[in-house]
């Protein structure tokens, strides 16, 4: 069984920066791409940012030069640096990675719990 750990969200004033890290524990084999979504009040779930595993990586424009996306495969950890953070940043961010391969069976998506990022004077 795979399981998700995210950390690092919070309250930040406009401006200011965070730091969003996922852990994926279980005995994983491979894991194809690890991302980032947000879902704010209201809104639908949205891509933030996405990192597969040669590198590549996609950002939606909203965040484009403002946050980062980062990967560590051999901790099967993936970041997101969030820098210049806006109010309209505020959501639930969710980490998800995509076609997970362990020794027991193969995930096409798996999805963390989610944490809070509130971008607020």
């Known amino acids: 069984q795979v399981q998700l750990v995210e950390s690092g969200g919070g309250l930040v004033q406009p401006g200011g920066s965070l730091r969003l890290s996922c852990v994926a524990s279980g005995s994983i084999f491979s894991i194809n791409a690890m991302g980032w979504y947000r879902q704010a009040p209201g809104r639908e779930r949205e891509l933030v940012a996405r990192i597969f595993n040669i590198g590549t990586t996609t950002y939606a424009d909203s965040v484009k030069g403002r946050f980062t996306i980062s990967r560590d495969g051999a901790k099967n950890t993936v970041y997101l640096q969030m820098n210049s953070l806006k109010p309209e940043d505020t959501a639930v961010y969710y980490c998800?990675?995509?076609?997970?391969?362990?020794?027991?069976?193969?995930?096409?998506?798996?999805w963390g719990q989610g944490t809070l990022v509130t971008v607020s004077s």
């Open positions: 998800r990675i995509d076609t997970v391969v362990t020794s027991i069976k193969r995930y096409p998506v798996l």
